[in-house]
């Protein structure tokens, strides 16, 4: 089975945004015991800023580009050394891709996206996918990958994935009252679930921008699932037990 599993920057990293190397651990143990069962495995991983935010000793995200791409570049080296060690641990080799909005919109690069991708995933390796935050400039143009929701989703669609799954530090699409919902077959109401932006100082994404993600994959036939990425999920999740949220790729 080919699955995308996307983790959220409050889900790997503490408050500090320092990276959280027990949660790392956790994380990087379940996507390697998933290869091993012979799933195909592709991995968007936000933290980057965050990780640099907290290197450079900064309060909170910046809110000037050239200062979050400061922090980009200074915490994407930080992550993928962590994940580098985490993973070699259990025996699986990674590879990291870094992308924009530009890789999506023309035909080649997208193309050589997904053939980069599919090359990695044949020989075994994780592709470790991540906004390319050094470069990109979608904030000045009022676009954005919403810490990497929307990335994790043209990255399902592109590879034609089976499933995608977005870690974040709830339990799943959780109702009024506070409680998780197992599944949704239907979006309606659904958004006026979640407060539009609701994200954490150290990200730029939000409930909001998950659904947004998650009803442009079941549209295109993916099932989808929010659960919590702080605990020991993605195994009981796909072996079908009721972990999470579950979007079926019929839902509309």
Not at 233 to 246: D, E, I, K
Request: aromatic share 6%; charged share 25%.
């Amino acid at each position: 089975m080919k699955i995308v599993v996307k983790v959220g920057t409050h889900a790997i990293a503490r408050k500090s945004g320092r990276p959280d190397y027990a949660a790392l651990k956790r994380l990087t143990g379940q996507i390697s015991q998933l290869c091993k069962q012979g799933h195909e495995i592709v991995f968007v991983s936000s933290g980057a800023v965050a990780a640099g935010v907290e290197s450079m000793g900064l309060s909170a995200r910046p809110r000037d580009v050239s200062e979050v791409q400061m922090c980009a570049a200074v915490g994407q080296a930080r992550f993928i050394y962590e994940y580098e060690k985490l993973f070699a641990a259990d025996g699986v080799k990674i590879g990291q891709i870094l992308l924009t909005h530009y890789d999506f919109e023309e035909h080649r690069r997208a193309q050589n996206v997904k053939k980069a991708i599919e090359r990695l995933v044949k020989a075994g390796i994780v592709p470790i996918v991540n906004e390319n935050d050094v470069v990109a400039d979608e904030e000045l143009k009022g676009r954005t990958f919403g810490d990497n929701d929307w990335l994790s989703f043209l990255i399902a669609k592109l590879v034609k994935a089976d499933q995608l799954v977005l870690l974040t530090t709830v339990d799943g699409l959780l109702d009024a009252s506070g409680r998780r919902i197992q599944r949704v077959d239907s979006f309606r109401n659904v958004m006026k679930l979640v407060r539009a932006g609701e994200k954490g100082k150290l990200s730029k994404g939000g409930m909001d921008s998950k659904l947004k993600a998650v009803k442009a994959a079941v549209e295109a036939g993916i099932d989808t699932y929010i659960a919590n990425g702080r605990k020991q999920v993605l195994v009981p999740l796909l072996s079908g037990r009721p972990t999470g949220t579950f979007f079926p790729g019929s839902a509309l």
